[in-house]
């Protein structure tokens, strides 16, 4: 399947080029809140009307892949832009720490058991891209894994190169298939993330979202940027294209993730089942049989 062109200053290049150093965390203009919100609501009824066609056509599937620090705003984002679809239609799918029987598997299968059939709408709120982003950082993690050659917390760069290769291969394939893939690279500043940090703990009703654990996070900043900058940089490409928002405005960064979904469902030219002519008359048929009773 040949991805829609789209046309964002966001979108991560194909040649392995992407500098995360280069890639702003706030909005390239200030649109305001009002504005932010009117496009917003464009573009969640244009998604809303290409999901339905997408569901009656049921030839495409779409997955959407939502990665970033702790408090970029993905749960909420993934709720606003997604509003107006039927839930039929849509699954969102959050990747937590791999329980035993996952990880008895390679690395792909507990989200390859997650992905949407034909005519349905699939988020990641974070996906296997976890284990060249979380695992990176932290190698210990591959200990459970049990990887034939792997011991300890060292591994060579190969290793990552290779994971990544199979990303790679896997979304072509998905690709092929006719999945539509978009991935977000949701780009809070660290000054950001502190900000929405103090907030949860400020707020009785956010005080729940805080977690300890994510103030050692924190400080591994610089390796974790640099995890997002390989994954971005070694991944992007034209069938499965990643896009680094800026996300220390969220009314601009739904706004923006909205307008790329709703471009790309657009960019897939969907149409509605035609019925054959014998089907059209069978139809007249039993229309014809309704009105008699």
Not at 86 to 96: E, H, I, L, M, W
């Amino acid at each position: 399947m040949h991805l829609p062109e789209i046309d964002s200053p966001f979108l991560v290049p194909f040649d392995g080029g992407f500098r995360i150093g280069d890639s702003s965390t706030e909005p390239p203009e200030k649109l305001g809140r009002k504005k932010c919100e009117k496009r917003l609501r464009s573009s969640v009824a244009a998604i809303r009307d290409l999901q339905r066609v997408l569901y009656a056509q049921d030839h495409h599937s779409v997955l959407l892949v939502f990665q970033a620090m702790d408090a970029a705003g993905k749960d909420s984002t993934i709720r606003t832009v997604m509003s107006g679809v039927n839930p039929a239609g849509c699954q969102v799918v959050s990747f937590k720490k791999p329980t035993a029987n996952e990880l008895d598997h390679d690395f792909l299968w507990r989200s390859a058991r997650e992905l949407p059939e034909r005519g349905r709408i699939g988020i990641f709120n974070r996906s296997y891209y976890e284990e060249v982003l979380v695992v990176r950082v932290h190698p210990e993690y591959l200990g459970g894994q049990n990887i034939p050659g792997i011991s300890g917390t060292t591994v060579d760069e190969s290793f990552w190169q290779e994971r990544m290769e199979s990303i790679r291969d896997h979304e072509k394939h998905l690709a092929r298939n006719g999945t539509l893939i978009l991935k977000f690279f949701l780009n809070v500043s660290q000054d950001e993330q502190k900000n929405r940090f103090l907030r949860r703990i400020d707020r009785l009703d956010k005080n729940w979202k805080f977690n300890a654990g994510d103030l050692d996070e924190r400080k591994l900043w610089p390796s974790y940027m640099a995890a997002y900058e390989s994954a971005l940089s070694e991944t992007s490409r034209p069938w499965a294209p990643w896009f680094a928002i800026p996300a220390d405005s969220k009314p601009y960064m739904r706004m923006t993730i909205a307008g790329i979904v709703a471009g790309a469902l657009g960019g897939l030219g969907l149409q509605y089942p035609k019925l054959s002519q014998g089907e059209s008359s069978r139809l007249a048929e039993m229309r014809g049989l309704l009105e008699d009773e």
